[in-house]
């Protein structure tokens, strides 16, 4: 069912128009805007940051490596998912994976950058894609699985997003999200992309339980790396370079990148079997909505 933002009235039509107020939302280049008024610049994410990651992600370890666990998650636990929304789409990199993965499933990608759904747009034709803004999604009981990934980390009001998630998810459907794990491990990077925090695994689980959800999988990855993404920071904390703050990801040779790329299939594999690992870098969570 659709929502309307003008009258939180759900109704079930095809066009976007709300037979309660007649409300319609406006378009803004050629997408659907629920969030016009956050459609080109808000504080969570920088707009010019998305041709330089639209570069990055096909060919960095860390994009590659995630998608290929989503894809795996979404394979092992919605095996009979017939609708995903992506929430905080980018660039429309993962649905673009998910896409070629599995071609029957219907997608749907909500951004609040306009910009981002420029690039998306690009990448997926035939995919939905609207502006949007994750605090307020114009859905009720629409998808089997909602995604979310490192996307929760950029947004204040976190908790309001999960009980919207919560509210937009068919009853035995659910949600796969990633988030940066360990506080610890703060550093200008995340300054740098907008961060207002990293989790706590206990953090996480409690406050996706509280939208309502069972927490069915949680597990750090990027694990094997940790070791490696700590002392880089810690280094920098302590020799006061602190000024760059561009991701450790983005300056590497390529024979880094394939190793470390390699690394993470390992301990895919590992989280295939069934293993999770307590420590990471990042953290994946997949939930029920019973
Ligand atoms: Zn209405």
Redesign the pocket.
């Known amino acids: 069912m659709k929502l ?6 759900a ?1 079930d039509h095809g066009n976007w128009q ?6 319609e939302p406006e378009k803004i280049e050629g997408h659907l805007a629920f969030a016009p008024e956050l459609a080109k610049q808000n504080e969570g994410f920088k707009s010019e940051s998305f041709s330089s990651l639209a570069k990055l992600e096909a060919g960095n370890f860390w994009f590659r490596s995630r998608n290929r666990l989503l894809i795996w998650a979404v394979q092992q636990y919605f095996p009979k998912a017939e609708s995903l929304l992506e929430i905080g789409c980018g660039t429309g990199f993962v649905l673009s994976g998910i896409k070629e993965a599995f071609p029957k499933l219907i997608l749907s990608g909500g951004e609040i950058h306009i910009k981002g759904l420029t690039f998306a747009a690009e990448r997926l034709p035939g995919v939905e894609l609207f502006q949007m803004d994750g605090r307020r999604i114009p859905f009720q009981e629409e998808f089997d699985v909602i995604g979310a990934f490192d996307v929760l980390e950029h947004i204040k009001e976190d908790e309001e997003v999960l009980s919207q998630m919560y509210q937009a998810t068919r009853p035995g459907g659910g949600i796969l999200m990633t988030v940066p794990h360990h506080t610890f491990l703060w550093s200008p990077v995340d300054d740098f992309a907008h961060h207002v925090r990293r989790y706590k695994t206990r953090e996480l689980r409690e406050k996706v339980n509280r939208a309502g959800f069972s927490v069915v999988r949680l597990t750090s990855f990027v694990s094997f790396l940790l070791p490696l993404v700590a002392l880089y920071r810690f280094k920098k904390r302590l020799t006061g370079d602190e000024g760059d703050t561009k991701p450790d990801y983005i300056k590497m040779s390529s024979l880094t990148n394939s190793t470390l790329e390699r690394i993470l299939d390992g301990e895919r594999t590992m989280i295939r079997t069934g293993l999770s690992f307590p420590v990471g870098v990042s953290m994946l969570l997949v939930a029920r909505r019973n």
Do not use: M, T
Not at 4 to 9: L, Q, T, V
Not at 18 to 23: E, T
């Open positions: 309307c933002s003008n009258c939180d009235k109704f709300c037979p309660y107020c007649l409300y």
